[in-house]
Every structure is written in C-alpha cells, then in structure tokens.
C-alpha cells in the first residue's frame, strides 16, 4: 500500500539546503584557495619552510574564525530582516483583515486560480494560519527554509578548515622540493572535487560548477605567486 504522505523520489528538491550548502561550498573553496595562494605567494619570495607552514596554519585558524563570525553577522541579519517582515504583516492582519484577504485573494488571482477559487483558498489559510500564508506567498519565506546563523556560521568555520588543511598537509608531506607544484596540482584537485560534490548535494551542473572553482582558484594562485615572486626579487 502506497503511503501519500510519502514524498516521491523523482521530487527530493535541494533548494531548502540553500543555507548550509553555500556557506559550507564557499568555506572549503575559501579554504583551499586562500591558504594555497599564500603558502604559494611565500615560496615564490623564497621563504623559509617552516615559516610557509606556520602561515598556513596561521590562515587557517584565522580563516575559520572569520567566516565564521562574517558568515553568522550576514544570516543574522537576514533573519531579522524575515522577522521584521513577518511582524509588519502580523501587525496589518490586526489592523486591516479584510485588506489584507483582499490581497491573499489577488496574489492567487495572479498565479492562475479563478476568483472564487481563489477566494475559498485564501478564507481557509487566513482560518488556519494567516501570518504564514501571507509570510509564505506574499513574502516568499518558508517557514521550514528560515535561515539559521548558527549552522550557516559553524557549517562554513568548519568547511574553511577542511579546505585549508588541503594545501597545509600537501606541502606537510611532500618533496621540499617541489612542494610548490604539488601544492598547486593537489589544491586545483581539491577545488574540482568541491565543486562537483556541491553541485551533486545542490542539483546544479557539475562541469560548470567545477569549471568555475578551477578558474577562479586558478587565477588568485597564480596572481599570488606572480606577486610574491616579485616581492622576493625586490627584496
């Protein structure tokens, strides 16, 4: 017996994974194209080993933090911008009932339904839960897609380290000398990879999502390398 209660497969969507998804993509792509491009913008100036590591971890620690607190101040506001809405239509519900009905009615209308169709379905939601019908259709903030500050901020401080520990234990463990361009193939890699799983969790086109990270992680490596090679000649 087939339980209708039950989502079918084929309609699994990815769009209420939205908070977490984009703060924890851009975590591990920060990560790992940050961290890669400064221990690259160091070993182009010739710096010291030890010192290429100690910045990496630097940037990762520091990384982390940041996201984390930029990503928590960013949803954070967002929330209580949705709050903020959401109490200026519970406030005009109080004040103008039948105005704001009216205006259910019309928002239906405009999608498709007949009026005394529209009508029925306006009465019902305004009986059952007026402050989330109007939140959800004249808004357009779903009350099981509100976004989370905590979660969005721990999802991407945690992505960034995990991005950043990428180039860290790439250039931790291979040849000294040729750490560089392993760092390089190693971090590209990881980008790819990135790329791929968040278009595969999202739904969105892999090749166009993995072919944007590469060239975007591709370029701020070579321009930091490009640069610190010309600090290092300078000095």
């Known amino acids: 017996m087939t339980n209708n209660n039950t989502p079918h497969p084929e ?29 690259l913008g160091l070993a182009a100036a010739n710096a010291d080993y030890k010192i290429i590591l100690t910045t990496g971890i630097a940037s990762l620690v520091a990384g982390a933090f940041s996201m ?3 990503e928590f101040v ?23 009932p039948k105005g ?10 405009a999608r498709g339904l007949d009026a005394h169709l529209a009508r029925e379905v306006a009465v019902e939601l305004h009986k059952n839960n007026a402050v989330e019908a109007h939140a959800r259709d004249e808004l357009g903030i779903n009350s099981r897609m509100k976004v989370n500050p905590l979660q969005a901020a721990s999802a991407s401080a945690f992505a960034f380290a995990i991005g950043s ?15 560089a361009t392993i ?10 990879i990135s790329g791929i799983v968040g278009a595969f969790v999202g739904g969105g086109n892999r090749v166009i999502a993995a072919s944007r990270v590469l060239i975007g ?13 010309l600090v290092g000649v300078s000095l």
Not at 221 to 228: C, D, E, L, N, R
Request: glycine share 6%; charged share 15%; proline share 1%.
């Open 11 to 39: 309609e699994t969507h990815k769009s209420q994974r939205g908070n977490w998804l984009r703060a924890a993509v851009l975590g591990v792509n920060d990560g790992i194209v940050s961290t890669s491009s400064i221990m």
């Open 68 to 70: 984390a607190a930029g």
């Open 74 to 96: 960013s949803v954070a506001s967002q929330k209580d911008s949705q709050h903020a809405d959401i109490e200026i239509e519970k406030r005009a519900l109080k004040n103008n």
């Open 100 to 109: 704001e009905l009216e205006e259910l009615v019309a928002i239906y209308q």
């Open 165 to 179: 520990l990428v180039p860290i234990l790439t250039a931790a463990l291979a040849n000294k000398q040729h750490s």
């Open 183 to 192: 760092v390089v193939v190693v971090s590209l890699a990881a980008l790819a």
């Open 217 to 229: 992680g591709g370029i701020a490596m070579a321009v930091t390398y490009f640069i610190g090679h």
